[in-house]
């Protein structure tokens, strides 16, 4: 049960011991430091090719990709196209060298040119060159100009994040991220997509593994580029993790996720009282402890039950909670599906 109210004594009460001992007296020094917060999250971010395929297309042509769970990545290797993702009505041009990942997996076309009819990227033909490695389009390209080479050249990828989904960074960062747009910021960008131009040119064999890891690199650079910018214009989670005195409650509730923590040690670390502290977080991230704390929680437990397999019962004690059930319903609130479903869609995935 969540209290939100700023004379809380729980963030969150489960009525059984939880496996961290709740402490009582003085806190002991978080492990991590509030400025070491984003640095720990870009060092450890991770993203996992779920698989890549280099599309030959000739104009005209337009595909849609429907919204995903992972990442979306593309590079232009050769020609050109344009881009509009579902939430905007505005093309905008790619050329050749430019790449553009849409982090949440956004609905979005590709084409040739603006406003020409789609169709969708799973009704292309498509042959295995490796595991999980596509060469999709090239028969049908070949049907229609058997003598031409495909004019555009696409090479394009799912990938999955080791942040969830509901994470706060990943909930700020835009719908598209364009390398080019962010290559000033971080010089590695420019030199990844100058040596994925140069492996697409050269054709040399196992041309496409090598472009899949270094498309998995040249994406972890996009985003830490684009969180170096934003930490220059902070606003929102950032803002709150730069700060001082909540950065430091934020770096221990990441910190220690497991832990039952409470609003008088929460607001302990700030060195506030109940309902100075209260206020502040939520003034300034957003939303109350009580919400955050939750959210962190199910982030751990989503990641454990999706990635792990562990039993929604044994999450459930891990984070304290009183019950399979009141965990459950804790987890759907947030995560928008069941536990059990969640463990089942994994466990079929993985089959």
Not at 177 to 189: F, G, I, K
Request: glycine content about 6%; charged content about 20%; some cysteine.
């Amino acid at each position: 049960m969540l209290d939100e109210s700023s004379s809380a004594a729980a963030v969150h009460a489960p009525r059984h011991a939880p496996v961290h001992v709740p402490v009582t007296g003085p806190l002991p020094p978080t492990p991590l430091k509030p400025a070491d917060l984003l640095t720990q999250i870009l060092l450890g971010l991770r993203l996992e090719g779920v698989e890549y395929g280099r599309c030959l297309l000739r104009a005209p042509w337009a595909v849609a990709f429907p919204a995903r769970a992972e990442a979306r990545f593309h590079f232009v290797a050769r020609g050109g196209c344009w881009l509009k993702t579902g939430g905007s009505t505005e093309w905008v041009r790619l050329n050749a060298g430019d790449a553009v990942l849409l982090p949440r997996g956004s609905a979005h076309v590709l084409a040739s040119a603006p406003d020409l009819p789609t169709v969708e990227v799973d009704s292309l033909s498509r042959r295995a060159v490796a595991d999980d490695i596509y060469l999709v389009g090239a028969e049908a390209a070949a049907k229609a100009m058997p003598s031409a080479e495909p004019v555009d050249v696409m090479f394009c990828g799912a990938m999955r994040f080791n942040l969830d989904p509901l994470h706060p960074l990943l909930a700020m960062m835009p719908d598209a991220m364009r390398a080019n747009d962010l290559a000033r910021r971080d010089p590695t960008v420019p030199a990844l997509l100058e040596a994925m131009e140069r492996e697409v040119a050269m054709d040399r064999i196992g041309a496409c593994g090598i472009l899949a890891r270094m498309a998995d690199v040249l994406a972890a650079s996009i985003i830490r580029a684009w969180v170096e910018c934003a930490c220059n214009d902070a606003s929102g989670w950032i803002a709150a993790v730069q700060c001082p005195s909540i950065g430091k409650v934020i770096a221990a509730i990441h910190a220690e996720p497991e832990r039952d923590w409470r609003v008088p040690e929460l607001a302990g670390l700030m060195g506030a009282s109940r309902s100075r502290f209260a206020e502040a977080f939520t003034r300034t991230v957003g939303e109350s402890p009580a919400k955050y704390v939750a959210k962190v929680k199910m982030f751990q437990a989503r990641r454990w039950i999706a990635q792990e397999g562990m039993r929604v019962a044994v999450a459930a004690d891990r984070l304290g909670y009183d019950s399979e059930a009141s965990f459950s319903r804790a987890f759907k609130r947030i995560v928008g599906q069941p536990p059990g479903a969640l463990r089942r869609s994994a466990a079929s995935a993985a089959t």
